[in-house]
């Protein structure tokens, strides 16, 4: 027996066997972190290409006359919030609309004043960019009232949303923008990158967003999600100083940040420059592409990059909605791809304005259908 398994035996040629099985796993491993920066690459050359193909509708019922519309902004200290209404009162008086803007400060209970002064208003429309759910009960009676609801960014995904009371919900996929921005983490560390990923799950979309991002980034097995951090939106100023840097003293650096909006970074820009911390050793990732973001990425200001939503493309979809319900038809099921705004091409697609104007003539073929000028 001892002769039988002594030196040499089946002992020594299973941790041969052992040792090769984790060699293999290994192996495996490093193929699969391999694959995973190959794949995120791609994509990311992809994003950050040109957006010059017209995927919108190529017609439109004749614009209904005189209808008054609102906007409940989610928040006017954000730019995008604020651009939003103002391209909707643009391409609403292209056909005669006239369009009103109201200030929801940024929380739910803002939200819903703002929501119910709309109301009273009697308008044929009310566009909202805030999140659905905590305004079910208001949507509802506006429903009842006859007055069509739009959102933007107002749920999980864009398209119809009937359970939330909204026509439509205009915005890019943000399971493109979250992968997006693990993608671009993925890539620019060769598969190394610690991520803390940054929502405002007061948001459906942020979740969904964030999540994207979480999810794609476990597919990178020699990557890290250190931390997924929910904060509000409404108290960025007042928290992300003392996020920034407990991130930086628990995880070290290179750090990838992600958040899903780059309103976050305009509090977390100012903590890194304090702290002394190098351009390449926190890098920032972000959506909406607000103008500061813009701004960032020109100067190599720590954020990299932004995953920009086409801000006057889509109030002028908005607007297109709103005359499709008004005529009795169905949403043009359009969703406008994400754009990846980078060192390389921020100023292209409108960049050279501080924002994403996508190259393929949407206005132009907005208001072709619409038969105005």
């Known amino acids: 027996m001892h002769k039988r398994f002594g030196r ?38 992809k994003y950050a290409g040109p957006q010059t193909t017209w995927e919108g509708p190529t017609s439109a019922p004749a614009p209904a006359k ?22 909707m009162k643009e ?19 803002r939200w819903l004043s703002g929501f119910n002064q709309a109301i009273a208003l009697k ?17 509802a009676a506006a429903n009842k009232a006859g007055i069509t609801v739009i959102g933007m960014h107002a749920a999980s995904l864009p398209g119809p949303q009937p359970d939330l009371g909204l026509f439509v919900n ?46 794609q980034i476990a597919k990178c097995t020699t990557c890290q999600v250190v931390e997924y951090a929910n904060s509000p939106a409404s108290e960025a100023a007042q ?19 992600t958040s899903v909006g780059d309103n976050d970074f305009d509090f977390a820009v100012p903590v890194l420059r304090t702290g002394g911390l190098k351009a390449a050793d926190v890098k920032l990732i972000g959506a909406d592409g607000n103008r500061s973001a813009y701004d960032r990425i020109r100067k190599g200001t720590y954020q990299t990059v932004t995953v920009s939503e086409p801000i006057e493309l889509q109030a002028y979809q908005a607007v297109d909605e709103f005359n499709r319900a008004f005529n009795k038809q169905a949403p043009s099921g359009f969703v406008q791809p994400p754009y990846l705004v980078t060192p390389q091409n921020v100023d292209k697609e409108g960049g050279d304005k501080n924002n994403f104007v996508p190259s393929n003539g949407y206005k132009e073929h907005y208001l072709s259908n619409w038969g105005v000028k």
Request: charged residues 20%.
């Open 170 to 215: 205009i915005q890019e996929d943000p399971r493109e923008i979250g992968a997006a921005e693990a993608d671009w983490a993925i890539a620019d560390s060769d598969g190394k990158a610690k991520v803390v990923v940054l929502t405002h799950n007061e948001y459906q979309i942020a979740e969904t967003k964030s999540m994207a991002t979480r999810d």
């Open 239 to 257: 928290r992300m100083p003392q996020l920034t840097t407990s991130w930086i003293q628990r995880f070290g650096t290179p750090l990838y940040i």
């Open 8 to 45: 040499g035996g089946p002992a020594l040629r299973w941790g041969g066997v052992a040792l090769l099985a984790l060699q293999a796993a290994g192996f495996a491993g490093l193929a699969h972190a391999d694959d995973a920066v190959a794949n995120a690459k791609a994509a990311v050359a």
């Open 123 to 139: 308008p044929n429309g009310i566009a909202i960019f805030a999140d659905a759910a905590s305004l079910k009960d208001p949507i």
């Open 66 to 87: 005189g209808m008054k519309l609102v906007f409940l902004s989610g928040d006017e200290q954000n730019d995008i919030s604020h651009l939003y209404g103002q391209f």
């Open 91 to 109: 391409a609403g008086a292209k056909l005669g609309w006239d369009v009103t803007v109201i200030d929801g400060k940024g929380s739910p209970t």
